[in-house]
């Protein structure tokens, strides 16, 4: 699933609980958290337009 196609909920769920994640997993995982971090930031979510915002 795409997570900026998440509600805002779930954006800031993931924003607040790090998730867990096997070594070789790391990787992805750690750019998955940062993505999640990024949307929560921007305020990106299923439910915004981004077009008002430039």
């Known amino acids: 699933m795409w997570i900026v196609n998440m509600s805002a909920t779930d954006i800031n769920k993931l924003f607040r ?3 867990f994640y096997e070594d070789k997993d790391a990787h992805q995982a ?3 958290q940062r993505v999640a ?3 929560f ?10 077009l008002e915002k430039q």
């Open 17 to 19: 609980h790090d998730i």
């Open 30 to 32: 750690l750019w998955f």
């Open 37 to 39: 971090c990024f949307c």
């Open 41 to 50: 930031y921007r305020g990106i979510h299923a439910g915004s337009s981004w």
